[in-house]
């Protein structure tokens, strides 16, 4: 079964430093992952998606993530944190078996940033 | 771009009572649509899968005849809280699939408090 983990409930981080957030995967085939973006009373957002092409995936609002297979890693970068980018992040997996494509969700990464 | 709505936002309502909750694709149509459950500070789980036409397929452990979902367009997927209680307060975010895409897109939630 495909699942996902996420290595930090909380980060924090000042405004103008990097952001890193961690995810670990598990999965019996080569997976689809994503993150997504969940702001207080707004709907999920898509940063960016793996999806076997290049390793190294760019997102919106100048994230990145970098899919390590050796590692069963997928952690998001950004190089400098805005104050706006505060915010739970979901890594994501996408099961494909049993006939839908399901995802699965993360526990979450709550990012603070502070001036 | 892809949005989907939900209807209400928020609802309260008294233990016994019925509680029915709309998502719509706006601008796309969705064969899948899909039924998140999120508590607070925890991840999202998913309730169960709804294709056009056909009944809705329910992850393990969710009731189906507490939790009936109706697909009947292209467009809408409706959640009916049957006979709520106060555990079933939660935030219920739906999202819906693009015919011929495998990308979700998400609502931005409804929060479910039962007295």
């Known amino acids: 079964a495909q699942s996902v983990t996420q290595l930090d409930s909380h980060v924090s981080v000042s405004e103008g430093t990097p952001v890193l957030l961690r995810c670990n995967y598990s999965?019996?085939?080569?997976?689809?992952l994503f993150w997504y973006v969940q702001h207080p009373n707004k709907g999920l957002q898509l940063l960016l998606k793996?999806?076997?092409?290049?390793?190294l995936v760019k997102g919106i609002n100048g994230f990145e993530a970098e899919f390590k297979k050796s590692e069963t890693s997928f952690h998001l970068t950004k190089p400098s944190a805005h104050m706006s980018d505060a915010a739970e992040y979901f890594c994501?997996?996408?099961?494909?078996?049993?006939?839908?494509?399901?995802?699965?969700f993360g526990a979450g990464t709550r990012l603070a940033v502070h001036p | 771009g892809a949005v989907v709505s939900q209807h209400p936002s928020w609802v309260i309502c008294k233990s016994g009572t019925s509680v029915k909750i709309e998502c719509r694709s706006l601008?796309?149509?969705?064969?899948?649509m899909f039924w998140y459950r999120q508590f607070p500070k925890q991840s999202l789980m998913l309730m169960a899968t709804?294709?056009?036409?056909?009944?809705?397929?329910?992850e393990q452990g969710v009731e189906k005849d507490k939790f009936l979902i109706n697909h009947a367009s292209l467009t809408l997927s409706t959640l009916t809280v049957t006979s709520a209680h106060p555990e079933d307060s939660s935030f219920y975010i739906c999202?819906?699939?693009?015919?011929?895409?495998?990308?979700?897109?998400f609502g931005p939630g409804t929060r479910l408090t039962v007295l």
């Open positions: 999965s019996s085939y080569s997976p689809s």
């Open positions: 994501v997996v996408s099961d494909q078996s049993g006939g839908y494509n399901k995802l699965i």
């Open positions: 999202s819906a699939r693009k015919t011929n895409n495998n990308e979700q897109f």
């Open positions: 709804s294709n056009e036409g056909s009944k809705a397929t329910y």
């Open positions: 601008d796309f149509q969705a064969t899948t």
């Open positions: 793996y999806t076997s092409a290049a390793t």
